[in-house]
């Protein structure tokens, strides 16, 4: 029998030493995380909670690195993260970003580059299936720089802290890639991973009251289970919920089969 292990992620602010004052306060986001949590351990996912100031680099690394040594050919992770999300210039790093930039998750202590993600997902046996739900800005691939919702409700670092921050960080971020693109050289493969996100690269993700915008329309689809249909029929049922200025996004890395795409979402 299958083994299911589920990390969910929700940060409702940062700490704002880390970020040069800033906190982004947002409201749903440990909404998100609780309500993901519920729909995995229904569906008999062994589940892990990280709510703001837990959501750290070290917690979440070592959430999915104990998760890598559990899991074998056949069984699923679950991540989720609700968030703020993040884009750093990519200027060193091998030119596997279009727009040349990194996408981030902005978890509570710093930025966690889109490659750090696929860096944790490398680590799991070949034939684990990986599922990654992202309810944050920028998203469509993680994992134009927004202007922002007239109401501020948009999850996305701010153009201004972003950039003093990569100036700030830019010698670590800098060694940071030339690690991960060596051991991504070395491991030579990318993880068979299916990313539903909140949003394409070049958007924003809402904020909600209770919960975040793709979170909320993601609750509706899934309806308590009643839902039927693989991830593409998820995903399309999802995006119709939205308006078209969030559009979410189906991603595949490495060579999921048929068999796991046309699953139905959360089986173990």
Not at 32 to 41: K, Q, S
Not at 60 to 65: A, H, I, K, R, Y
Not at 93 to 102: F, I, K, S, T, Y
Not at 108 to 132: G, P, T
């Amino acid at each position: 029998m299958a083994t299911g292990l589920s990390l969910h992620v929700g940060l409702n602010e940062v700490d704002p030493d880390r970020y040069e004052g800033w906190a982004g306060t947002l409201i749903a986001c440990e909404n998100d995380a609780r309500d993901m949590e519920l729909i995995a351990r229904t569906a008999g996912f062994e589940t892990t909670v990280l709510l703001t100031p837990d959501g750290t680099v070290a917690n979440v690394t070592d959430v999915l690195g104990k998760a890598a040594t559990r899991l074998g050919p056949g069984d699923i992770l679950l991540f989720t993260y609700s968030g703020h999300g993040g884009q750093i210039p990519d200027e060193t790093g091998p030119d596997d970003e279009p727009d040349r930039l990194d996408e981030t998750l902005v978890l509570y202590d710093r930025q966690f580059l889109d490659d750090e993600v696929q860096q944790a997902f490398r680590a799991f046996a070949d034939d684990v299936r990986i599922v990654s739900l992202l309810d944050c800005c920028h998203s469509g691939s993680s994992i134009e720089i927004p202007g922002g919702a007239d109401d501020d409700r948009g999850r996305y670092l701010p153009e201004p802290q972003q950039r003093q921050l990569y100036e700030r960080d830019r010698s670590f971020l800098t060694e940071l890639r030339r690690s991960l693109a060596e051991d991504a050289t070395a491991d030579g493969t990318d993880p068979d991973a299916l990313l539903v996100s909140a949003c394409q690269d070049n958007q924003t993700a809402a904020d909600g009251d209770v919960n975040g915008a793709f979170t909320e329309a993601l609750l509706q689809v899934w309806d308590a289970g009643a839902f039927q249909g693989g991830y593409r029929d998820f995903h399309r049922a999802i995006q119709r919920r939205l308006p078209p200025t969030q559009s979410p996004n189906l991603y595949l890395t490495g060579s999921p089969g048929p068999d796991f795409v046309n699953q139905r979402p959360f089986t173990v």
